[in-house]
């Protein structure tokens, strides 16, 4: 049996005319943890959508379970839970009308999973969704995926519209959802700061393009950001192989890199950039999400 | 799973179904004590001679509260689902799409049916109490397609709302109107009874042959055809 649970292969994807990614490669293996990273816009609402079947890419293929992501089993569906971007749910059931509804379509239902969620939040079984805070039906959409018990979760901005508290909370559960089960994730959000600790693996998508796909560890590992000040800045710093990103701020400018010290500082001086003061700084993952990405 | 699904719509709509069924009621209450008055003020003779050789219909007041009873429960039903694109929780349960979509769209109808179905037997049960079998029959015959036309109506207003692109759903939704101006065709009571006795069951097939369409919306959406 495959270790993929998730494999995406050449995808590629237009509205219209308009190119959203190329060549989209990855494979989500049994038990990990995956991220798929990028900008507003980038692309990751439309993965999530091929992945689920709700959009149909303009080529190449995405399997799930190893069923083409567009002609999923009834019997597949129910090994993998969807959360909608913004904890989407039915709003006009209240908390104990939706656990019903869900627990007829899942055999193995665990509706303890569920009520012990709730229990944090301060409502009432009779509370309608509809009158809930944003965090509090995250919680109710997270409660009815750890019932459903799925094998694959798949995680649409679950930050979407939440403050700190809920956030933690919400990672709380899953992260120990996880650990216990060795259930497999494949997660989206667009607050990279919550999911260093969490992720295994993630690609990063920049507009129309792949910029990376690597163990999360990987590349926190590898990819560096080097300060310095130049002795004679030139307007505009050309991006290649070894300079990822740059930016100069006054009288600093900082390279972003996969390569070592040595050979960023070689590759600097053969572009005639005369430097001093490089020192190399310490990256959070948004930092270096930002880094590769950069901030517009 | 059906049970599920039938429960999820009964709360979505019950309110709006229960209010559809008042103003339906409402409606038939209404016209009945029209046809209690008039058989209190006219001969009788004279009104069966208005029905037959006039072609007048005591039920006008019915004629488009079926269409606005199509027209509602569509939206209360389907609005939602479209709404923050709550379909997606839909397709995503565990079942075939199709089977998910027939059976919302098969409550809608169903519950219709149930409305309908009281309207028509009050109306004739009291109709009975005044005219002969061959004028309610005819009178049947008469409000039938109007009935039909609030499936008509409603399975139209299914399609429009899961399908994905706007220049669809106006396509859609014109040919769903002229689609219902067939049921209109005729409201005077000689008339219909001619022009509808022979073609309501040809009504009842055209039904059953949009009806499925909801698959092909379906179908787009998954698609995510524009």
Redesign the interface.
């Known amino acids: 049996m495959s270790n993929a649970v998730v494999q995406v292969k050449n995808l590629t994807h237009h ?2 005319d308009r190119l959203i990614f190329e060549n989209l490669n990855f494979q989500i293996n049994r038990g990990s943890i995956f991220g798929l990273l990028g900008k507003n816009g980038t692309g990751k609402t439309t993965t999530i ?1 091929i992945l ?5 890419p303009t080529s190449g293929q995405c399997l799930v379970f190893d069923e083409d992501s ?1 002609k999923l089993s ?2 597949t ?2 090994r ?1 839970g ?1 959360l ?1 971007e ?1 904890h ?6 209240n908390i104990k ?1 939706i656990e ?7 055999p193995n239902w665990k509706k303890e999973a569920y009520w012990e969620l709730l229990k944090k939040l301060q409502v009432t079984e009779t509370q309608k969704i509809s009158k809930m805070s944003c965090g509090q039906r995250s919680q109710i959409a997270l409660g009815l995926l750890l019932a459903q018990n799925p094998d694959l979760l798949i995680l649409d901005d679950f930050s979407m519209g939440l403050d700190a508290g809920y956030r933690r909370l919400f990672l709380d559960y899953l992260s120990d959802y996880i650990q216990a089960e060795g259930k497999t994730v494949f997660i989206t959000s667009h607050i990279i700061q919550d999911l260093e600790e969490l992720l295994d693996d993630c690609v990063i998508l920049d507009y129309k393009t792949v910029l990376m796909t690597m163990p999360i560890k990987k590349f926190m590992d590898e990819f560096k950001h080097f300060r310095c000040i130049l002795d004679n800045p030139p307007p505009v710093i050309q991006k290649d192989d070894i300079i990822k990103n740059v930016e100069i701020l006054k009288n600093k400018t900082s390279f972003f890199t996969f390569a070592e010290e040595s050979v960023l500082l070689n590759h600097l001086e053969k572009l005639g950039l005369k430097h001093h003061g490089v020192q190399q700084v310490k990256m959070s993952l948004e930092d270096a999400f930002i880094g590769l990405t950069g901030k517009y | ?1 059906i ?2 699904l039938i ?2 719509e009964w ?2 709509v019950r309110w709006t179904l229960i209010a559809l069924g008042m103003l339906n009621l409402l409606v038939v209450v209404s016209t009945c004590v029209s046809i209690a008055n008039a058989f209190g003020l006219i001969d009788a003779s004279k009104l069966y001679g208005d029905i037959v050789a006039l072609q007048n219909l005591f039920y006008y007041d019915l004629l488009y509260i079926p269409f606005l009873t199509g027209l509602l429960l569509g939206i209360v039903q389907f609005y ?1 689902e479209i709404n ?3 379909i ?2 839909t ?6 799409e199709s089977k998910a979509l027939m059976t919302m769209q098969l409550f809608g109808i169903g519950s219709m049916f149930l409305i309908f179905a009281v309207d028509v037997i009050i109306l004739l049960w009291f109709s009975s109490k005044y005219f002969p079998s061959e004028i309610i029959n005819g009178m049947f015959i008469s409000i039938l397609p109007w009935l039909l036309a609030g499936f008509v109506i409603y399975i139209f207003i299914t399609i429009i709302f899961v399908d994905t692109s706007w220049s669809r759903r106006a396509i859609i939704g014109l040919t769903g109107l002229a689609f219902v101006n067939n049921y209109y065709l005729s409201t005077m009571y000689g008339g219909t009874t001619y022009s509808y006795s022979e073609s309501w069951f040809y009504f009842v097939i055209m039904i059953i042959i949009i009806s499925p369409l909801i698959l092909w919306s379906g179908n787009n ?6």
């Not at chain 1, 989407?88 to 059931?93: P, V």
């Not at chain 1, 019903?100 to 899942?106: P, Q």
């Not at chain 2, 959406?221 to 524009?226: H, L």
């Open positions: 509205y219209g959508n689920n079947g709700f959009l149909e567009h009834p019997q569906k129910s993998v969807f909608i913004g989407i749910q039915y709003s006009f059931m009308q019903k509804y869900y627990s007829g379509f899942y | 799973m049970k599920s429960y999820k709360l979505k939602p923050s694109s709550r997606k929780l397709l995503h349960l565990p079942m075939k959406y998954k698609r995510g055809v524009k």
